[in-house]
């Protein structure tokens, strides 16, 4: 690929939330103060949202990261589960042994047995859910019911809800106004503007070890920002499949045609062809795209 030809480390662009390319700035940065702010006070629901690609997934594992050992989390990707399903993966989470066969009444009697426990011992569990907006309705009811359990001072478990915006639409139902209310702390992640987008690839870049801070020129910056509309996800595919397409074309810079080759191999992205484009540049890029999808797709 190209990292030894520009000096890199590791992939600066990939789709797996690493934490280590966390942004710590702006709408990133505010939605882990307020999770953490909003864990410290001890009640209720917390929910992030925010559209698909701005990095709801990475925020979330960046949390349970930072989080001391005050706190016991139970994290679950995939809340797609009936409600019998949600009280067995949360059990699960919390390190409870059970029988698959065992009664409902019996498993929500051992989950309240070990928050109790845990409050004894001066911890705060933190269940945290990753595309909320996929769960049934008749199991965020049970999610509501299961944080009934409290003692005198306060809640036995925190929820934290990570969802697209369909899930405030969800929320909106009069059948789930009871969980609504609870939700003490809500935040909603924006793309990112033009200025930040430059921030977030150099960001990026110096992670996986490039020293260089023109690498990208201004105007592929904007370019970036112009076809990817400030999503994060949008900007890593751009700039990895622009930096094939430069890698292929022997330039020693990202420039805004290497921008818009990307873009027309990525879908969601909003760009326009330019004429002057050289045949033999957009020939080259598009054999460097092609052959970036494939190692791309299977990892190599």
């Given at each position: 690929?190209?990292?030894?030809?520009?000096?890199?480390?590791?992939?600066?662009?990939?789709?797996?939330?690493?934490?280590?390319?966390?942004?710590?700035?702006?709408?990133?940065?505010?939605?882990?103060?307020?999770?953490?702010?909003?864990?410290?006070?001890?009640?209720?629901?917390?929910?992030?949202?925010?559209?698909?690609?701005?990095?709801?997934?990475?925020?979330?594992?960046?949390?349970?990261?930072?989080?001391?050992?005050?706190?016991?989390?139970?994290?679950?990707?995939?809340?797609?589960?009936?409600?019998?399903?949600?009280?067995?993966?949360?059990?699960?989470?919390?390190?409870?042994?059970?029988?698959?066969?065992?009664?409902?009444?019996?498993?929500?009697?051992?989950?309240?047995?070990?928050?109790?426990?845990?409050?004894?011992?001066g911890k705060?569990?933190?269940?945290?859910?990753?595309?909320?907006?996929?769960?049934?309705?008749?199991?965020?009811?049970?999610?509501?019911?299961?944080?009934?359990?409290?003692?005198?001072?306060?809640?036995?478990?925190?929820?934290?809800?990570?969802?697209?915006?369909?899930?405030?639409?969800?929320?909106?139902?009069?059948?789930?106004?009871?969980?609504?209310?609870?939700?003490?702390?809500?935040?909603?992640?924006?793309?990112?503007?033009?200025?930040?987008?430059?921030?977030?690839?150099?960001?990026?870049?110096?992670?996986?070890?490039?020293?260089?801070?023109?690498?990208?020129?201004?105007?592929?910056?904007?370019?970036?920002?112009?076809?990817?509309?400030?999503?994060?996800?949008?900007?890593?595919?751009?700039?990895h499949k622009?930096?094939?397409?430069?890698?292929?074309?022997?330039?020693?810079?990202?420039?805004?045609?290497?921008?818009?080759?990307?873009?027309?191999d990525t879908?969601?992205?909003?760009?326009?062809?330019?004429?002057?484009?050289?045949?033999?540049?957009?020939?080259?890029?598009?054999?460097?795209?092609?052959?970036?999808?494939?190692?791309?797709?299977?990892?190599?």
């Amino acid at each position: 690929m190209y990292l030894d030809y520009f000096g890199l480390n590791e992939p600066p662009f990939t789709l797996t939330p690493d934490t280590e390319f966390f942004f710590d700035h702006g709408s990133h940065r505010e939605a882990l103060n307020v999770l953490q702010v909003a864990l410290q006070g001890g009640e209720g629901f917390i929910k992030v949202t925010g559209e698909v690609g701005t990095g709801k997934t990475l925020i979330c594992r960046k949390l349970l990261g930072v989080l001391d050992a005050q706190y016991v989390t139970a994290y679950i990707p995939n809340p797609f589960l009936n409600p019998t399903a949600l009280r067995m993966a949360l059990a699960e989470e919390l390190g409870i042994r059970f029988a698959r066969n065992i009664g409902q009444h019996r498993l929500l009697g051992l989950i309240t047995d070990k928050l109790i426990d845990y409050s004894a011992q001066g911890k705060q569990v933190v269940l945290l859910l990753d595309e909320a907006q996929a769960m049934p309705d008749e199991t965020l009811e049970a999610l509501r019911l299961l944080t009934n359990l409290e003692t005198e001072k306060r809640k036995l478990m925190q929820v934290v809800l990570f969802g697209q915006p369909e899930l405030d639409q969800r929320l909106a139902q009069k059948k789930l106004r009871q969980l609504r209310q609870r939700i003490v702390f809500s935040y909603r992640l924006d793309a990112l503007d033009r200025h930040t987008v430059g921030e977030y690839v150099c960001h990026r870049l110096g992670v996986a070890g490039c020293t260089r801070r023109d690498l990208f020129t201004p105007r592929a910056l904007k370019q970036v920002h112009r076809a990817s509309h400030g999503i994060p996800r949008l900007v890593n595919l751009l700039s990895h499949k622009a930096m094939m397409a430069a890698y292929g074309a022997g330039a020693r810079s990202v420039t805004p045609a290497h921008i818009r080759l990307a873009a027309r191999d990525t879908d969601d992205t909003r760009t326009r062809p330019h004429r002057w484009v050289k045949l033999a540049t957009t020939l080259l890029g598009v054999l460097a795209l092609t052959s970036a999808g494939l190692l791309y797709a299977y990892g190599l």
